[in-house]
Nanobody, 121 residues
Framework: QVQLVESGGGLVQAGGSLRLSCAAS????????MGWYRQVPGKQRELVAT???????TYADSVKGRFTISRDNAKNTVYLQMDSLEPEDTAVYYC???????????????WGQGTQVTVSS
């Protein structure tokens, strides 16, 4: 089983910055795409950013130019640098990873438990 643990959430004022981290652990044979999603109560979970090994990151239009996703493959860790935060960014942020545990096995999607990000005006 692969586990994802997020950290770095908190309360910041508008215009501030936060850096989220997500470390994957467990039996991981091959890690594919990693990323971040967020969800507000009563709303659908939405994509924030994703990054595949050796690929150009993708971003939601709402965060493009403000957020930066990166990863450390040696540590199976993905980061989300969030700058110029806005109250609209307030949400629970979930780490995402697609990985397989064996050679030739299927890739499975894994999710973290989420970390709260609150941006005050």
């Amino acid at each position: 089983q692969v586990q994802l643990v997020e950290s770095g959430g908190g309360l910041v004022q508008a215009g501030g910055s936060l850096r989220l981290s997500c470390a994957a652990s467990g039996s991981i044979f091959s890690m594919n795409t990693m990323g971040w999603y967020r969800q507000v109560p009563g709303k659908q979970r939405e994509l924030v950013a994703t990054i595949a090994s050796g690929s150009t990151p993708t971003y939601a239009d709402s965060v493009k130019g403000r957020f930066t996703i990166s990863r450390d493959n040696a540590k199976n860790t993905v980061y989300l640098q969030m700058d110029s935060l806005e109250p609209e960014d307030t949400a629970v942020y979930y780490c995402y990873a697609r990985a397989r545990r064996t050679w030739g096995g299927l890739y499975i999607d894994y999710w973290g438990q989420g970390t709260q990000v609150t941006v005050s005006s």
